[in-house]
């Protein structure tokens, strides 16, 4: 939970090495800057001379807070050997509502939320920087979760799928895949994903169990997303942005200013026309969740049938439309993926990098032609159209 990662936002300056390069081919790398007083450059009798640190003290703390930073949050971990691992990416069902409220979102750096057929969403979401001892209902994977494991080089953890989908998924993956099956509880408690309390994971057990099976537990680059804890200029007022997969799949982001982060909301169990929106909780916490960044990508799906998609993400190096929510303010970009190994990159219209705020982010994946409008001053709605 937020509660639970350190933000220093007064004597430690985040840096991205390479940040004015992020939108190069290459994958930037990343580092953190300390900043240090100047002392006068003369001293009155009995004060006392400030203590100065010397360039191997100051590298050994930098050296330090690098190896605590997460990448995909901007901010630090308590313990840094938490990162040396691949990132844990669990299947979240959000159909049908009966297995809502969801377990371990709350505890992820990224959810994706993308299309799945006849007007549901799903939900993979990604642990890296820290743990949850519950996350689901598990359900099945899909083709596009192959393209974001390799992107953030993790393993996927999912329960069944249908047989090509399956067999690409283990083609592709290999190892790095793990079916509910195969890992027993407590990665996998539970057996079946058809039923709304019938599966759930612990990402801190599924990574073990790989870490175990496959001999793999080292830190792998995850650079190229940029964080900065101050609000870019220009803007728009963003409160509010609405994301429907149809008329009765709705989820809400509501800014809130005193936590600073959006809050989220979705359709009661039984909608009706206008169906009444209740606030998402949190399985294990009962909290509402709460994320820094809530992200809306433009990509290309490609329709196999009524419930099989795959989503075009690999080879976008030139930039797709991209909506950046923060602090309260809307940002027109774009995304991009420089390889098949590298996370998403958000750059400005001007090809610059574009800094999300520092902590979690809720990234949908919209169809190339979803509508995207401002509705009133400050609350936006996304429409998801296919392709």
């Known amino acids: 939970m937020k509660s639970t990662r350190k933000k220093f936002t007064i004597i430690l300056i985040i840096a991205i090495i390479g940040l004015t390069n992020a939108c190069q081919p290459s994958s930037p790398t990343q580092s953190l800057v300390l900043s240090t007083p100047k002392s006068d450059s003369t001293l009155a009798v009995n004060t006392p001379q400030p203590i100065v640190s010397t360039p191997s003290e100051e590298n050994s703390v930098k050296k330090s807070l690098q190896d605590k930073y997460n990448p995909l949050t901007g901010e630090f971990v308590d313990d840094p050997k938490i990162l040396n691992r691949r ?14 409220p969801h377990a371990g979102l709350a505890f992820a750096d990224i959810v994706f939320d993308y299309y799945i057929g006849t007007g549901m969403n799903r939900f993979l979401a990604l642990f890296y920087g820290q743990d949850a001892a519950q996350i689901g209902p598990v359900r099945s994977g899909r083709l596009v979760d192959i393209s974001l494991t390799h992107l953030y080089q993790g393993i996927l953890g999912f329960g069944s799928a ?13 190892r790095r895949a793990i079916i509910n099956l195969e890992a027993p509880c407590p990665a996998f408690c539970g057996t079946d994903t058809h039923d709304v309390n019938g599966v759930f994971a612990n990402s801190a057990e599924v990574s073990k169990w790989y870490s175990q099976n496959a001999d793999d537990n080292q830190r792998y680059d995850l650079s190229g997303m ?42 009661q169990a039984s909608p009706d026309i206008n169906p009444n929106l209740v606030e998402s909780l949190e399985r294990t916490t009962g909290k509402q969740l709460a994320f820094s960044n809530v992200i809306i990508i433009f990509a290309k799906y490609i329709e196999y049938a ?67 409008i401002e509705k009133k001053q400050g609350q936006w709605e996304m429409f998801f159209i296919l392709p």
């Open 87 to 100: 990132p844990v990416m669990i299947k979240v069902s959000n159909f049908p509502r009966e297995g809502r």
């Open 306 to 372: 009524a419930s099989k998609h795959n989503v075009e993400l690999w080879q976008n190096t030139e930039g797709q439309r991209a909506i950046v929510f923060r602090n309260g303010q809307v940002f027109e970009g774009k995304w991009k993926t420089n390889s098949q190994t590298t996370p998403i990159q958000f750059i400005d219209n001007n090809n610059q990098p574009l800094p999300l705020a520092p902590g979690n982010s809720w990234i949908v994946i919209a169809g190339l032609n979803s509508s995207f």
């Open 226 to 267: 940029v964080f900065d804890p101050n609000t870019p200029v220009n803007g728009k007022p963003g409160d509010q942005v609405t994301i429907k997969f149809n008329y009765e799949n709705i989820g809400e982001w509501r800014y809130n200013k005193t936590s600073g982060n959006y809050l989220r909301w979705t359709e």
């Open 162 to 174: 249908d047989g090509d989908t399956r067999a690409s998924i283990f083609s592709s993956l290999g």
